[in-house]
């Protein structure tokens, strides 16, 4: 089992940055391809961001393109998505999520087994 603590959420202006974390455990994080999701109100969960086992490859949405950047530390079991140029529509609770071992990362939330609880972030003025 892996369990997943995101961190790093808040209020920011538009045009501002946040760096969101999410810390893994109880499994070998070095195996699992990582996403971002993301979930505004009202709406369905979306994918935001993935990045390959070995972190050689990263896959975007093309509304967080050129925006955002995913990158994982396997020594520390973390992963992270640095939020450039927020926008009001990014407003959303973030979830981290691993997906299965050893594969190419999913676009899809099927396609990840394990999820953190989420962190809040707006952006409003």
């Known amino acids: 089992q892996v369990q997943l603590e995101e961190s790093g959420g808040g209020l920011v202006q538009p045009g501002g940055s946040l760096r969101l974390s999410c810390a893994a455990s109880?499994?070998?994080?070095?195996?699992?391809?990582m996403g971002w999701f993301r979930q505004a109100p009202g709406k369905e969960r979306e994918f935001v961001a993935a990045?390959?086992?070995?972190?050689?490859?990263?896959y975007y949405a093309d509304a967080v393109k050129d925006r955002f950047t995913i990158s994982r530390d396997n020594a520390k079991n973390m992963v992270y998505l640095q939020m450039n140029s927020l926008k009001p529509e990014d407003t959303a609770v973030y979830y981290c999520?691993?997906?299965?071992?050893?594969?190419?990362?999913?676009?899809?939330?099927?396609?990840?087994?394990?999820w953190g609880q989420g962190t809040q972030v707006t952006v409003s003025s």
């Open positions: 109880g499994g070998t994080f070095s195996r699992y391809p």
């Open positions: 999520a691993a997906g299965r071992s050893m594969q190419i990362p999913s676009l899809r939330d099927i396609g990840y087994n394990y």
């Open positions: 990045i390959s086992w070995s972190g050689g490859n990263t």
